[in-house]
T-cell receptor
Framework: QKEVEQDPGPLSVPEGAIVSLNCTYS??????FMWYRQYSRKGPELLMY????GNKEDGRFTAQVDKSSKYISLFIRDSQPSDSATYLC??????????FGQGTTLQVKP | DGGITQSPKYLFRKEGQNVTLSCEQN?????MYWYRQDPGQGLRLIYY???????QKGDIAEGYSVSREKKESFPLTVTSAQKNPTAFYLC?????????????FGPGTRLTVL
């Protein structure tokens, strides 16, 4: 079993839809949770970062962490074609090493 | 502009050859990382270095080697011992072994074995 599991998709939604991306994990030592966005043939860029449990909102993006269930989510409201990318969850126990999920490919159709 | 550069963008290698991928950063970060990305598998850690002249193996180090002689540079050599080297290689850096562990990524090098 992988430490971090992420549904690879692909996920296709119409423009304006609410998108939900999810990851589950098995290591209870993880404290730092991140979402990276990666456009095709580019390096990933940090989108959201949360520490421990709770919610964090940034514009159209909301990150949720439920440590009791070992489950994190990224919600995208009013999705746009420019949101089409691969979304990678990543986690750390504070050691400097990140453990990544497989990535979910999202396509937002105009 | 501060950032991470990787070169070349595309690299072709014949079987049995060693090749070296370049990674340079001017962010004054202590820690640097090399990842391999294959379709549907996310990022897998090859090697990382938290300080000059020191580095550690990641999850898939076999067939790869690195050096960290300068803070700014962390080259990766893909040796002929790597059985399936065709992949997208990403270099990253972070402030160091502290929280938060945000890593900044370079644009990547796509290696193809002919």
């Amino acid at each position: 079993q992988k430490e971090v599991e992420q549904d690879p998709g692909p996920l296709s939604v119409p423009e304006g839809a609410i998108v939900s991306l999810n990851c589950t994990y098995s290591n209870s030592a993880f404290q730092y949770f991140m979402w990276y966005r990666q456009y095709s043939r580019k390096g990933p860029e940090l989108l959201m970062y949360t520490y421990s449990s709770g919610n964090k909102e940034d514009g159209r993006f909301t990150a949720q962490v439920d440590k009791s269930s070992k489950y994190i989510s990224l919600f995208i409201r009013d999705s746009q074609p420019s949101d089409s990318a691969t979304y990678l969850c990543a986690m750390s126990a504070g050691t400097g090493k990140l453990i990544f999920g497989q990535g979910t490919t999202l396509q937002v159709k105009p | 502009d501060g950032g991470i550069t990787q070169s070349p963008k595309y690299l072709f290698r014949k079987e049995g050859q060693n090749v070296t991928l370049s990674c340079e950063q001017n962010l004054n970060h202590d820690a640097m990382y090399w990842y391999r990305q294959d379709p549907g598998q996310g990022l897998r850690l090859i090697y990382y270095s938290q300080i000059v002249n020191d580095f550690q193996k990641g999850d898939i180090a076999e067939g790869y080697s690195v050096s960290r002689e300068k803070k700014e540079s962390f080259p990766l050599t893909v040796t002929s011992a790597q059985k399936n080297p065709t992949a997208f290689y990403l270099c990253a850096s972070s402030i160091g072994d502290r929280d938060p562990t945000e890593q900044f990524f370079g644009p990547g090098t796509r290696l193809t074995v002919l």
